[in-house]
C-alpha cells in the first residue's frame, strides 16, 4: 500500500457517484428466500464508508494500519486491516483474493488441513475442493469405467478377465491430488497478497477477530464458513458416516445404505454403485431429489434402479445396530434390512455458526443457524458481511464465487453490487448425470399460468450397440405468451457439459424461436434441445377457477 494512502478519504470520491448517491438514499429491505420475515436498513453511513477509491498501486500486510473516512459520521479509526475473512473455502478465497487485488490490506484464516472436517480441521480450499465437488467427481470419474467396461462388448471389446478395481490406489492418488490443489489455493492468497493464517477465527466485536488467542482488527469482517455434514441422533449414529468419510475410507464398501434423497445421496449411490458395492438408498419421501422437476425426479430413479440401485421409499432409519460379525443392520419404519458395511447419512448440512461468536456481536441467525444476509451480503452487524453455504443462499461453489467477488467489488471497488442469483444452473452427477437451468415445470406454471412443454425421451445412439437400457430425458419448458425459454432440463450422458452451453442462452432470455433456428450438431444428445418442434403439452391455467387444464399436444 502506498503510505499516501493512509490519509486519504475514502468516502469524497464514491459519494461523487451519482449510482452511489441514489444507493445511499435506498433503504433497501433485506428479503431473500427462505428469510423473507427478516428486514432491515442498512446503516449507510457504515456500508458506504467502505467503498473505497481506485486501488492503490502497492500494498502492505498485517502490519498496514488505515486512516479512515473522516466524512463526520464517525471518528477515524485504525485497523489492522481493511477485511479479515473467516475461511478460505470458495467464497472466502474469491472475496479476499479480489479484494487484495482492489487494494485492500487482506488477512484470511483457516483451519489445518484435514480430509474429515471438524471443528478443529479444515483446510484452504474448502468443502469444494477437499470434501465435496473435485473428490468427489473424482470418484465419479472413477466408477464410471464400470459402465464403460459394459458397453464396450457390444462395440466388440473382449477380455480374458473382468477388470478388478483397487481402492487404494484410487484414494490415495486422490489424497495428493488434493494436496496438490491447497497448495496452489494457497499460492493463489500469497500471490495476490492476502495474509494467510492457520487457526480457529471467532469473532470479539464488530471489528476485531480472535485467531487462537491472537486479536486482529479489521474495518470489514467476512465470515465464509461454510457448513459441515450431519448426522441424526438415533442409536447406534455412531456407526454411521457423512460424506467427509464416504471420501475418504480405508476400504470400499461391500454394501453400502445411503440416507437422503438429495443430490449428495445420489452421486454417492451412483459412485459405490459403479464400483461394484450393494447400494440402498432410503428416502423419507415418495421420491428422490426434492425440488427438481417432477418428471426428472421420475426419470433418473428408474435409470438408477435399472443400474441395481435399490430405493427405499418413504422409509425413516430409527436405529444401526452392529452384529457380532461387524455387519450393520438398518432399522426403518417398514422393517430391518441387514447385511451393511457401512450406512452413510445423507440427510443434509448444517452451518458452521458454533462458537463464532455470533450471537454475542448481535449477528442474525435464521433457524436453521445460517447467517442472515441483505442483498449485499451484509449482516444485522454493519461491519461484518457473509457469503456462500454459511449464508444458506444457494449452496453451491460458483455462487459462492459469485457472491465472493461481488462484495469484493462492492467495498473496495466503488461498484456496489449483488450477486444476482436468477437462473443458476446446476447439476448433479448420478449416473445418469441431471443438469438443469430455470424453473421446473411445477414452478413455471406457478409462475406464468400459461406454459408450453416440450420434451424428449430417447434411447441414446452408443446405446443401441451397447444394448444397455440406458435413455435420455430432455426438457424445455416455453413461457407460452412470450415464446421465452423459462426451464431447460436434462438427465443423460454429458448432461452437465450440455446445459452450461445451454444456461447462456436461458440466462440470455432467449426465445423457443431462437433455438429453433439454431443448427444442430449431428450426431449428438445436445442437438435434440434445438430440434424439439411440438410441444408435449400445452398447459393453460383457467384464471376464473385457478384450475390447470392439461391439454395433449395433438388436439391443442
Ligand atoms: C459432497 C459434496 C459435493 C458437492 N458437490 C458440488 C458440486 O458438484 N458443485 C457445486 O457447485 N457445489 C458442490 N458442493 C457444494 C460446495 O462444496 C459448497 O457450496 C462450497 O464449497 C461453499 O463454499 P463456502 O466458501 O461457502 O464454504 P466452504 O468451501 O465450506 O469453506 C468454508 C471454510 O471455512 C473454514 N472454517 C470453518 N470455520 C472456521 C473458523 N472458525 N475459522 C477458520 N476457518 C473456518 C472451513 O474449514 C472451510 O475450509 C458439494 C458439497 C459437498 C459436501
Redesign the pocket.
Given at each position: 500500500m502506498a503510505v499516501t494512502s493512509f490519509s486519504t478519504p475514502r468516502l469524497s470520491s464514491s459519494l461523487s457517484s451519482p449510482a452511489l448517491q441514489t444507493l445511499r438514499n435506498y433503504r433497501f429491505p433485506v428479503r431473500f428466500l427462505s428469510f423473507s420475515h427478516y428486514t432491515k436498513t442498512l446503516v449507510s453511513g457504515n456500508f458506504f464508508d467502505s467503498l473505497t477509491s481506485p486501488p492503490p498501486l502497492t500494498r502492505h500486510f498485517n502490519t498496514a494500519i488505515r486512516a479512515d473516512s473522516t466524512n463526520g459520521a464517525e471518528p477515524p479509526r485504525k485497523y489492522d486491516f481493511d477485511l479479515f475473512t473467516?475461511?478460505?473455502?470458495?467464497?472466502?478465497?474469491r472475496a479476499s483474493r479480489y479484494a487484495a487485488n482492489f487494494g485492500a490490506t487482506t488477512a484470511v484464516?483457516?483451519?489445518p488441513f484435514a480430509t474429515i472436517?471438524s471443528e478443529s480441521?479444515?483446510?484452504?480450499?474448502?468443502?469444494?475442493?477437499?470434501?465435496?465437488?473435485v473428490p468427489?467427481?473424482l470418484l465419479v470419474y472413477a466408477s464410471k469405467f464400470s459402465h464403460e467396461f459394459e458397453d464396450s462388448h457390444g462395440f466388440g471389446w473382449n477380455y480374458e478377465a473382468e477388470p478388478e478395481h483397487d481402492w487404494s490406489i484410487l484414494i490415495a492418488n486422490k489424497n495428493a491430488e488434493l494436496q496438490r490443489l491447497t497448495g496452489i489455493y494457497k499460492n493463489i492468497l500469497n500471490n495476490a497478497g492476502v495474509k494467510l493464517m492457520e487457526?480457529?477465527?471467532?469473532i470479539v466485536d464488530p471489528h476485531t477477530v480472535d485467531v487462537n488467542g491472537k486479536l486482529y482488527t479489521a474495518k470489514n469482517i467476512l465470515i465464509?464458513?461454510?457448513?459441515r455434514?450431519f448426522i441424526p441422533d438415533i442409536p447406534g449414529s455412531e456407526y454411521a458416516i457423512d460424506?467427509d468419510a464416504a471420501?475418504d475410507l480405508p476400504s470400499k464398501p461391500t454394501k453400502i445404505a445411503i440416507i437422503g434423497g438429495g443430490?449428495?445421496a445420489l452421486?454417492f449411490a451412483g459412485i459405490f454403485n459403479g464400483l461394484k458395492s450393494g447400494v440402498h438408498v432410503f428416502i423419507r419421501q415418495k421420491k428422490v431429489l426434492r425440488g427438481f422437476d417432477e418428471e426428472v425426479r421420475d426419470f433418473v430413479e428408474e435409470q438408477m434402479s435399472l443400474r441395481g440401485i435399490e430405493f427405499h421409499a418413504e422409509e425413516t432409519p430409527q436405529a444401526i445396530v452392529k452384529s457380532s460379525d461387524g455387519s450393520l443392520s438398518l432399522k426403518t419404519n417398514k422393517g430391518t434390512v441387514d447385511g451393511f458395511s457401512h450406512v452413510m447419512f445423507a440427510t443434509g448440512?448444517i452451518p458452521?455458526t458454533k462458537?463464532?461468536g455470533l450471537e454475542a456481536v448481535g449477528v442474525k441467525l435464521s433457524k436453521n443457524g445460517a447467517i442472515e444476509v441483505n442483498e449485499y451480503s451484509q449482516t444485522s452487524v454493519p461491519s461484518i458481511w457473509a457469503?456462500?453455504?454459511?449464508t444458506d443462499r444457494i449452496?453451491?461453489?460458483?455462487?459462492?464465487l459469485m457472491e465472493?467477488g461481488a462484495l469484493a467489488k462492492t467495498l473496495f471497488a466503488n461498484q456496489p453490487t449483488k450477486p444476482d442469483h436468477s437462473d443458476v444452473p446446476?447439476?448433479v452427477?448420478s449416473q445418469p448425470p441431471i443438469a438443469q437451468v430455470g424453473l421446473t415445470e411445477e414452478q413455471a406454471v406457478k409462475e406464468y399460468g400459461d406454459v408450453d412443454v416440450y420434451t424428449s425421451n430417447f434411447r441414446p445412439l452408443k446405446a443401441t450397440l451397447s444394448g444397455l437400457p440406458d435413455r435420455v430425458f430432455m426438457k424445455l419448458i416455453v413461457c407460452a405468451k412470450t415464446n421465452k425459454v423459462i426451464g431447460l432440463h436434462m438427465c443423460g450422458e454429458d448432461s452437465p457439459e450440455i446445459v452450461q452451453g445451454f444456461a447462456v442462452a436461458v440466462k440470455a432470455g432467449l426465445t423457443k424461436a431462437d433455438f429453433d433456428t439454431t443448427v444442430g450438431i449431428h450426431p449428438t444428445a445436445a442437438e435434440e434441445l434445438v430440434t424439439m418442434r411440438t410441444p408435449t403439452r400445452k398447459v393453460r391455467n383457467t384464471p376464473m377457477e385457478g384450475k390447470t387444464d392439461v391439454k395433449a399436444a395433438a388436439g391443442v
Open positions: 473467516i475461511g478460505a473455502g470458495s467464497g472466502g478465497v484464516c483457516e483451519l472436517s480441521t479444515g483446510g484452504v480450499g474448502g468443502t469444494c475442493v477437499l470434501r465435496g465437488c468427489k467427481k487457526g480457529r477465527g471467532k465464509s464458513v461454510g457448513g455434514p460424506s471420501l443430490y449428495i452421486e448440512r458452521n462458537n463464532l457469503v456462500g453455504d454459511v449452496n453451491l461453489t460458483p455462487v459462492a465472493g446446476s447439476a452427477f
